[in-house]
């Protein structure tokens, strides 16, 4: 799990520099911490309102990365052998250090934007399915 804990906390730490977040720590060292495991960390000390949202779920641009290297592999190479296993494994991590943690979706709730773009694509969708119109049944003339 290194490898996508490594990418997950990277995310964070280029968001946090991007974005104004000021990251201080950087460690991917697994601790104990109460009845579980804390596997990375980024300490950022300017996380903000407007800043929160992105840092928070900076992870999940892993997803097109996996997707893009998953195409990439398929198209150009279809045999099975040692390096396929070795993609697959980087894919397998790549997908998990995606995946938002309970603290960085807490990080996420924090900021009014995340809700503002949510409220906003749930009103585009809601506009989309009340603007579609329902399929009325045809009626043909009998010819004689």
Partial sequence: MLPGTFCH???HWLAGHLLNGRPLRFTVVPRREGRGWVLGAV???????????????APLVLLPAACGLFLWRINGHPGLGWSEAA??????????????????????????IG????AGALAWGWTRIVSTPAARPVRTRPTA
């Fill in 115 to 118: 809700w503002l773009l949510l």
């Fill in 87 to 112: 993609v697959v494994f980087l894919l397998a991590n790549l997908v998990f250090g995606a995946l938002p943690s309970g603290q960085d979706l807490r990080i996420a709730a924090r900021s009014p």
């Fill in 9 to 11: 906390e990277l995310c």
């Fill in 43 to 57: 300490a950022l000390s300017n996380l903000r309102w407007y800043n929160a949202f992105f840092i928070g779920l």
